[in-house]
């Protein structure tokens, strides 16, 4: 018992219980704040071009109204401490007007030797400017740039020569900004989405979870199914598959509980139906050697049918086992074998309903002879017992017909009634055992029984649709293939 709890534990299914970090949820979170950064980021890098271009414009701007001011005094030099606290104030290293006949220095103070950088402000392209920034973001902070633009409307150009230092700082407080507001936004935004899937998509994939775990651990209660969600999407349709599951394999697990018992039932039945089929075996025997007319008359039939109870009785168990024997074919002429489901089925002459053999005396169909006696009284049983609660509106008789022809090496027996026909519901699950029954109290095997021994002879049985009323079954079946040395040696002989 011990070693049973064991393996029962260590096959057990994995519990839904996990970190919030590797659930679902915790991933769905991270994601969403990754991807908001990232299109934050596709957001920045023009940004902030354009936010270097816009400063240097600005800067520009400024600096050209002091220069107009000045450059309209004519033949006037700023003094030096002037030009000093211009440059001071426009944090710039010198300041020039240029024309196209002349141009003017506005200011200029420790001008330096060289300059590291010019840039157009009317003239750039968007990867250029995009280039320019990040160099500027990532390696300026110390180098001499000259800028320079249009002064208005004029054609007079603005030059300035200044250090990228102001430029890099402001454009650090910006990226400063904006990467403090993306991680706001991705926080918000993935909060309102994780509260959106976690309402719409976590915790119904939560309720399944739970669902299939504590029906898996007792599935035969009912309490354990899960309610049918309501809806259209996705998850409700699966909700709504998954209930179905759950109840039809609740009624799969009460039908083998079923079959469990019926078996052992049917074991015990068969351990005494043995010994005392046994017994009339004997005593039948002993009856044929009576001489009496009308004894020898049946005798020959009680014999015949204590012999296949007998055999039914060997055979009950491997069909416990859902497997029939394998089939001893040899040729059987057909035609006696339907005389004999005929006599056992011992219609009543006072019923009204009539057994027609309209098979030929040469139709011979290569089969286990008890086998197909089982398939053929099966079918005609349930024709007698459809046809004895049934009288056709139309005046018609009450019959049950029995033919076959063969077509090469295939024989198609019909069995025909002009009984009520299979219900829709019986139509169904026909060739299901416990399911396929057309009438109240049924059980379905004679059809599953007549199926499994059809298709272990490699034949076919199916229900044929017909213009009048009544049902009408079709069952073919193929001649064993001959092996080529057979055929050789029996050429031969």
Request: aromatic share 4%; glycine share 6%; net charge neutral.
């Amino acid at each position: 018992m011990v070693e049973e709890v064991r393996q029962d534990n260590a096959t057990a299914p994995p519990r839904a219980a996990v970190g919030f970090l590797r659930g679902l949820s915790g991933k769905m979170l991270l994601l969403t704040v990754a991807f908001v950064m990232l299109a934050e980021v596709l957001i920045f890098v023009p940004s902030v071009a354009n936010m270097r271009i816009r400063w240097l414009e600005d800067r520009l701007n400024t600096v050209a109204a002091a220069a107009v001011v000045v450059d309209g005094l004519q033949n006037i030099e700023l003094p030096r401490a002037v030009q000093r606290e211009t440059l001071m104030a426009t944090g710039t290293k010198a300041i020039v007007i240029r024309r196209k006949d002349a141009s003017r220095m506005i200011a200029t103070v420790d001008m330096p030797p060289q300059v590291d950088g010019e840039y157009d402000i009317a003239s750039f392209t968007a990867l250029g400017a995009v280039r320019d920034a990040f160099d500027t973001l990532l390696f300026g902070g110390h180098r001499i740039m000259r800028v320079y633009g249009p002064l208005g409307e004029s054609d007079a150009t603005i030059e300035l020569v200044m250090k990228d230092a102001g430029l890099r700082k402001a454009m650090l407080v910006y990226s400063r900004n904006v990467f403090l507001l993306s991680i706001v936004i991705s926080l918000i935004t993935a909060a309102l989405i994780f509260l959106a899937i976690n309402r719409m998509l976590i915790l119904p994939i939560r309720r399944l979870t739970t669902s299939m775990q504590e029906f898996s651990d007792e599935p035969s209660n009912p309490e354990r199914m899960l309610v049918s969600p309501e809806g259209r999407d996705e998850l409700a349709v699966a909700g709504q598959h998954l209930a179905s599951m759950q109840r039809e394999l609740q009624r799969t697990l009460k039908q083998q509980k079923s079959l469990a018992e019926l078996g052992l039932a049917v074991s015990k039945i068969n351990h005494d139906m043995r010994n005392i089929l046994s017994s009339a075996q004997l005593i039948s025997d002993r009856l044929a050697a009576v001489d009496d007319p009308v004894v020898k008359r049946f005798a020959p039939t009680l014999l015949r049918t204590i012999d296949r109870a007998v055999g039914y009785t060997h055979e009950v168990l491997s069909y416990g086992r859902t497997a029939e024997a394998e089939p001893r074919r040899r040729f059987v002429a057909l035609r006696p074998l339907v005389d004999d489901v005929s006599e056992l089925l011992a219609i009543d002459g006072q019923s009204g309903i009539e057994f027609e053999n309209q098979v030929r005396d040469d139709v011979v169909v290569d089969a286990d002879s008890e086998q197909l006696f089982r398939v053929i009284h099966n079918i005609c049983r349930n024709a007698v017992e459809a046809l004895a609660n049934h009288q056709p509106e139309d005046g018609r008789g009450r019959a049950i017909r029995v033919s076959a022809v063969r077509t090469g090496g295939v024989v198609t027996i019909s069995i025909d009634d002009t009984g009520p026909g299979m219900p829709a519901k019986a139509r169904e699950n026909l060739f299901a055992a416990f399911r396929g029954s057309a009438r109240s109290g049924g059980t379905g095997l004679g059809l599953a029984i007549a199926r499994e021994l059809v298709l272990a002879h490699g034949g076919t049985i199916a229900l044929v649709e017909k213009p009048t009323p009544g049902t009408l079954f079709r069952i073919e079946l193929p001649d064993r293939p001959v092996r080529l040395d057979a055929f050789r040696a029996k050429g031969r002989s």
